[in-house]
């Protein structure tokens, strides 16, 4: 009888101490922390609407952007495609076949945000401070540019001198930080931050590149680089906002930009 009752009241404990470790796995579960906002492709959430962001391309037209040597949307080479604006592969030494395209609109101080995707070996840029009045015949109108390449597998990532022609540089001027981190199987973040003559470029929420422009160190940089024959380079107060055509398949997408 008394080995019955031991019996007993081991399954009784075993049972109550089960019980007390489901039961500390379910509250695990239930009290793990859940998003209440869920990021949909080209829209703007509440929070970023009262930070002052508008969006710059809606996902679904062209509003808002035209070529840079056109007043419209490139008929060719450029395409909305499941919530993205894919550039197609032009063949490399012929006129690009959609043309670098431009905001509609000139902006002075401003944080601008863009998603970019590189197929393999692309080699792209987002330029900033352009004038497209003062594009002296070139390919592309001159701008700071926010270097996009596949540092792997394009030779202008080797091409610069010490780096500053690989992802994140400030092109041709400044090489990014070599800690930069970015995947180019996904979707990667660029953003410019412009304030006066201080300006910054960040890869995926990390700062790359921060320079002041307009000084006497500015204008030795670019004396010494391929813009030297650009009068007062860089040194604009506003411009457009430009995505190269730069023959590669690329793509983008939740482009915006906040006045500062």
Known sequence: MKT??????????????GFSQSTKKVKKVVDKPVSQVVKIDNTLTAAEKAQGWTLLWDGKTTEGWRGSTTATFPEKGWVIENGTLM????????????????????????????????????????????????????????????????????????????????MGSLYDLIAASTDKVYDMSVFNNARIVVN????????????????????????????????????????????????????????FKNMKIREL
């Open 87 to 166: 550039l197609l592969k032009s063949p490399v030494g012929t006129p690009a076949e959609g043309g670098d395209i431009i905001t509609v609109k000139k902006y002075k101080n401003f944080e601008f945000s863009i998603d970019f995707k590189l197929s393999e070996g692309a080699n792209n840029g987002i330029k900033y401070f352009v004038n497209v009045d003062a594009n002296t015949g070139k390919r592309t109108a001159a701008g700071c540019e926010f270097q996009i390449l596949d540092d792997e597998k394009h030779a202008d990532a080797k091409n610069g001198v010490k780096g500053n022609r690989t």
């Open 4 to 17: 019955r009752k031991l019996i007993l009241l081991a399954l009784i404990f075993v049972s109550i101490a």
């Open 196 to 251: 006066g003559s201080n300006v910054k470029h960040y890869l995926n929420g990390k700062k790359v590149v921060e320079y002041e422009r307009g000084n006497q160190m500015w204008r030795a940089l670019v004396a010494y680089s391929k813009y030297h024959n650009y009068p007062n380079f860089g040194e604009a107060t506003e411009g457009h906002i430009l995505i190269q055509d730069h023959y590669d398949v690329v793509w």
